[in-house]
């Protein structure tokens, strides 16, 4: 397909999903009957839906077949010795253990490895990531460069980390403190930009003169092996599953979300070298997630899982997935709304304080735009900022560091004028966004309220 302008879907449909297209009118009453919170929405009533890319991805034919093949034996199967083998063919680590998602993996990883006194390193912790190794009562410390903190800082890879202040983390803590260190690939929290290879040797580098251990979160490994394979001048022309072979070879354990890069509904795992984390990890398996041949997941789950990370790492899948990204994120730009750039690998962030001046903060500018991008055109994203961030522990409350609206692409079940649609429909929102007020909130929990609060449109 080279020097085409139109790059196509390296695919076709075979069965189909029918949306239900609602009209304004309904979506002002469902979005009233769920407090104005999209996570309170039936999905049925969202038309395209762009709340995350986890979990909502479509499978292959391929893959639909792998799941007749699946063998649901509770020791032994042989579904688990194919996934087992599949994620070996990327990352050649010692131990696999299968996890019913990525947090699952977390969990265990951490209360194997981590405790009260320990620090824990990150380019940026995700969420599930940060309250995992916080509830062992160690401190989660992110360390991305300054660029992967403004959104409109251009850098290729925006997504690393700061080798000078990991150096200074471990120096001072040492290995005692210092469990181990993670690398999340891509950034989600920071926009879903990737890390250089170069500086995963860095990082490399570093864990190997304190002898630290290093530890990849991978949910996108294959994501950003496309970046670092377009961007990284001496990794021009190299295959990607090659770069991500090497990405495996510089760690010595990670946690994944299959869900993602595993082009499955669900699943992850936890792979590692160390025999003695292994085999407490196992234990903890054991009771949490289920015996070590599966994990929490059904064997047709595993063998989904085998068959996505055949494809997830080929060249045409990733073109399409990267470019239609940056398609949205592109498309949005021109319209001169401000957005993260450059466009990360599975979503685009729209910058939602920079589009409503007149509301502050703790008037919520990304709730406004999220609910406001709903009932505009039945489009769901998620709001990444005051809402999610705002609240403290003490019930007290502040700006988060910016409010973002995430536009997460789901892997091969949009097409390319569901995407128009929805750059019309941010057309639309930004077109009157003077005319948005913000919310208030008039009932939330004591953490994490982004899932549950109740709002109501300011007047
Ligand atoms: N790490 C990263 C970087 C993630 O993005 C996620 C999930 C997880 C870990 C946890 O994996 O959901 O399988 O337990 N991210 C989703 C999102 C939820 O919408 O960004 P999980």
Redesign the pocket.
Known sequence: MQGFRTIIEPFRIKSVEPLRLTTKEEREERLRAAGYNLFALHSEDVMVDL?????TGAMSAAQWAALQRGDESYAGSPSFYRFEAAVKELFELKHVIPT???????KILFGVAAGPGKIVPNNT?????RANVEATGAKAVDLVIAEGKQPSARHPFKGNMDLARLERVLSDEGRERVPLVMV??????GGGQPVSLENLRGVREICDRHDVPLFL?A??FAENAWFIHEREPAEAGRPVKDIVREMGRLVDGM?M????DGLAN???WLALDDDAWAERARNVLILTEGFPTYGGLAGRDLDAIAQGLTEVVRHDYLRYRIRSTQYLGEAIAKLGVPIVEPVGG??VYLDARAMLPHVPPLAYPGQAIATALYLEGGVRG?EIGTVMFGLAPDGSESPAAMDLV?L?IPRRTYTQSHIDFVVEVVERVAAGASELRGLRIVEQPAALRHFSAKFEPLS
């Open positions: 709340l995350t890319d986890s979990g019913h998602q990525g947090r699952a993996a977390e912790h995700f969420d599930t990531t999340t690939v891509t950034n989600n929290s979160d949910c996108r946690t979300s299959a869900k993602k669900i699943g992850g599975h979503a998620c995430r997460a």
